[in-house]
């Protein structure tokens, strides 16, 4: 069973007239990998700059291991931080980034020695000991900034957005080495990011937030198969978002037509959110469709297409190994177990259809969807696609 190590209790925190943390509760287990989800703003930085000590809630209590430590300072947490620019000492080798903190506390040299080797050996950096900053590589700087943390044996790490500036191919690379090291130290790893993909590789528990509310908490297949509502299942993968109503348990209305599914206790008849995950849907001839809609888009992805098809003027995302081309009509099938029915909630009607996805595939060159896949994240999502 594990051990609760970290408690925030009714967190409240506001900027001038802006309300960031508004009674926010969560707790987080020793030796969890526990990562902050959510949009840029949704308040997942200050969470984790409250647990670290660098900012003091408007009110509310942060506890570690059972003591209130709002009042503690940051040195004096057990606690240690890797921020995404990840300040290292330019004119000190690898070995002397890494011990920094150890000659802080007058570690013996013995000691020292031995636990920088060590953190080394954790992070695969054995035998760049003499090596300065500036002659490593962005993901090498990163195991550096880390190992640098790790060396003070804290309880806790806290790692803010810190493989937002490699390139995607390290990123990936980076996640699996992050994990292993975390379950090589066995500490508790509290990590903020705004990549979904990031988040289902790495985490044992997400943490999805948004506008300062926690929005759902749970491990990255609930988040991902059981969404709480049409941001999570928005913000969590790719989802087509459907008013439907529930005449009766397991029976799903949408398009005027009932189809079976495996949800239940709903009212009778109340409006509901489906949620239909892109690659949960079977594209079959015309006779046999569920459905039937007109492909308004193709794009291949490498592994799959990803096939826009307009339904009565909502457009769908379907992901697929088949290729249908633009101006087909096509029949959809959905197995019961492919609908996900959520409550209305205060983000019903705001994501779900695909029709700016599909211009935007129409009127950009690849030299602008390049750039386009880089711009911020925030721009996509008002463009109604979500990485």
Known sequence: MSKELIRLQDLCMAYDDEQVLDHLNLYINDQE??????????GKTTTLRIIGGFVTPTSGDVFFDGVRINDVPPYQRKINTVFQKYALFPHLNVFENVAFGLRLKKVPEKELRQRVMEMLEVVSLKGFEN????????????????????????????????????????RKDMQIELKKIQQQVGITFIYVTHDQEEALTMSDTIVVMDGGHIQQIGTPEDIYNEPKNAFVADFIGESNIIDGVMPRDKVVKMYGREFACLDGGFAENEPV????????????PVEQGQLVGTVTSVTFKGMQYDIIVDFRGFKWLIQTTDHSPVGARIGVKIDPDGFHIMKKSQYSGMFGDYSSYSEEYDELSDAEALDAEEDTDAQRREDGYAE
Not at 33 to 42: I, N, R, V, Y
Not at 137 to 166: F, H, T, Y
């Open 131 to 170: 090596r300065k900053p500036d002659a490593l590589s962005g993901g090498q700087q990163q195991r550096v900034a880390i190992a640098r943390a790790l060396v003070n044996r804290p309880k806790v790490l806290l790692l803010d957005e810190p493989l937002g500036a490699l390139d995607l191919k390290l």
């Open 273 to 284: 959110d489906v949620v239909i995950r892109p690659e949960d849907i079977d594209i079959v």
């Open 33 to 42: 990998f526990l990562t902050l989800l959510g949009p840029s703003g949704c």
